[in-house]
Structure formats: structure tokens, C-alpha cells
């Protein structure tokens, strides 16, 4: 099959209004298009949301996400597909420093866009939650549990759910003050959206852990907490980012806490009580 860019140019003498304006940014910016949602691409190139997946469709592809795989696969070294910083000639040290880099780099940007304010609505939201329900598929999926690991602790009734069937199942059973919280570094995935409109049907709070302003979750969510990481969709793993989610639940985790104090000890000393004998 030829390439994305061949594909287009080919094509573009037949193409005319929205499509024909779509094709020309794709074809003059296609290293920019695998850094962006489907919403950025389409203000940044004057066309409508739609006509950006019908063009994706039109080259044969199964739709947005599909073309940044593409085209990345056309514009990015397969290298830098493990990590964009790298390169053949890195020593194992230079790739130590990168990656730390990376990841110090993310933490920065990310404590320079998160609004605390959203911080403290996220904070009050999950303190009068009756139940909080942590969602998150694929490389968020850790994340999730990592979550549920901390939160639980704290007395607060709460549950993590990387099945994208059981997402659904558990949030249809939902209360007007039960609290969900998605962590997804693209907000673009199908399932954590839908997950997040059934759970606003049944009237509950909804919060989200992202890095896109423009993506549709940030668009339907109640909160959002914005992660800043450089880091593409085309690779496998978002590595900085997941990073950065980690240190938002913990600056949470830390608030809730501390709203509490004297029952966050008791409860500590109970859990620790607990496994002391499964420790040498």
C-alpha cells in the first residue's frame, strides 16, 4: 500500500472545500499532526471535527487514530518510537539522563498548567462521594489501581475498573453522589467517554486526568486536571505522562488526608497492623 502523503497527493487535484483544505495541512504538517487530537487538527486547519474522520476514512483508514499511526510510522525514525528524546548514537547514560529528563520535564509542565482550583473541587468531590469509581484502560490501567491502592486506605469507599464491560456495569448502578474519576493521557479512547456520559446520565460527578484541553473528554467532564506531556499517541507507552497522573492522584490522596488527619493515623496504624506478620 503506498504512503499516507503519496495517498493524498494523488488525490488532491480531485479534492475541493473542506476536504481540499484538510488534505493541504496534512500534506504541509504532517510531523505537527501526530502531536494533535482530532479537535486541534480541525481548528488548526478550518474544517469541522467530522470532516476530519471522513478524510481519515477516505485514504482507506479506520479513522483518526489511524492516521496518526500512519503517518507517524512515515515521519518518525522507528527509534524514536520507543522514546522521542533518543537516538542510536545515545550511550546508556545519555539515555538515562533523557528519560529522568522526560520525566522531571512533565512534573514541571504539568505543575504550570494544573488549576488548583480544579485541584479543590476534585478534593471536595471525592470527600462527599458516597463511592468514587477510578476508571482507565490499556497504559492508564496501572494508574487506576494505583489510585484505588491509595484511596482506600483512607476509609473512603471507592473501586478501580480497567474492564471497559465492567466500567459500564458498575456505573450504571451509580448514585447522584458517587464520583467518577477516568484517567486517560489522550481523552480520546471510546470506552472511558462512554463510560463518563452513562455516569452523568445517573446524575454523578465526573472527573478526569488528561493531557488534551480540546479532547472530547475534557469537553463532557465536570473537573479536569490536565497532565503536560510532550509525549505522542503513536507510541505503545506514554512514559512522562503516566508519571504526571501519578503525581496528581497523590497531591489529591495527600489533601484528603489531611482533611482528615486523626482518622487517616488510625486507619494507617490498623492497615499496618494488619500485614505486620507477613513481614520478616
Not at 522526560?102 to 504550570?112: C, G, P, R
Not at 480520546?188 to 465526573?206: H, M, S, V, W, Y
Not at 503525581?247 to 487517616?264: E, G, H, L, P, Q
Amino acid at each position: 500500500m503506498s504512503s499516507i502523503l503519496t495517498r493524498i497527493r494523488l488525490m488532491e487535484a480531485e479534492l475541493k472545500g473542506a476536504d481540499a483544505k484538510l488534505a493541504a495541512y496534512i500534506r504541509q504538517n504532517p510531523n505537527e499532526l501526530i502531536y494533535r487530537s482530532v479537535a486541534e487538527v480541525a481548528l488548526e486547519s478550518g474544517v469541522s471535527e467530522a470532516t476530519v474522520v471522513r478524510f481519515a476514512r477516505k485514504l482507506g483508514l479506520l479513522g483518526f487514530q489511524d492516521l496518526k499511526l500512519h503517518l507517524s510510522r512515515e515521519v518518525i525514525s522507528p527509534i524514536r518510537s520507543i522514546h522521542e528524546e533518543i537516538s542510536t548514537n545515545d550511550t546508556h547514560g545519555d539515555i538515562l539522563h533523557k528519560v529522568f529528563g522526560s520525566h522531571v520535564a512533565a512534573l514541571n509542565d504539568t505543575l504550570q498548567v494544573l488549576d488548583p482550583k480544579s485541584v479543590t473541587q476534585a478534593v471536595e468531590a471525592i470527600c462527599k462521594a458516597h463511592h468514587v469509581f477510578f476508571i482507565g484502560v490499556g497504559t492508564s490501567g496501572p494508574n487506576t489501581l494505583d489510585a484505588y491502592n491509595k484511596f482506600f486506605r483512607l476509609g473512603i469507599s471507592c473501586s478501580a475498573h480497567t474492564d471497559s464491560h465492567l466500567q459500564a456495569m458498575a456505573v450504571s448502578i451509580c448514585q447522584p453522589d458517587d464520583v467518577v474519576v477516568a484517567i486517560t493521557h489522550s481523552g480520546n479512547t471510546r470506552d472511558p467517554i462512554a463510560t463518563f456520559e452513562l455516569a452523568q446520565k445517573r446524575g454523578a460527578k465526573t472527573i478526569a486526568i488528561t493531557n488534551f484541553s480540546r479532547s472530547p473528554m475534557s469537553k463532557i467532564a465536570d473537573i479536569v486536571l490536565y497532565t503536560a506531556s510532550s509525549e505522542t499517541k503513536f507510541r505503545a507507552e506514554a512514559l512522562a505522562s503516566r508519571i504526571a497522573q501519578v503525581a496528581i492522584i497523590d497531591t489529591i490522596w495527600t489533601i484528603v488526608a489531611m482533611v482528615s488527619t486523626k482518622n487517616t493515623s488510625n486507619l494507617q496504624s490498623l492497615i499496618e497492623q494488619a500485614v505486620v506478620d507477613k513481614q520478616f
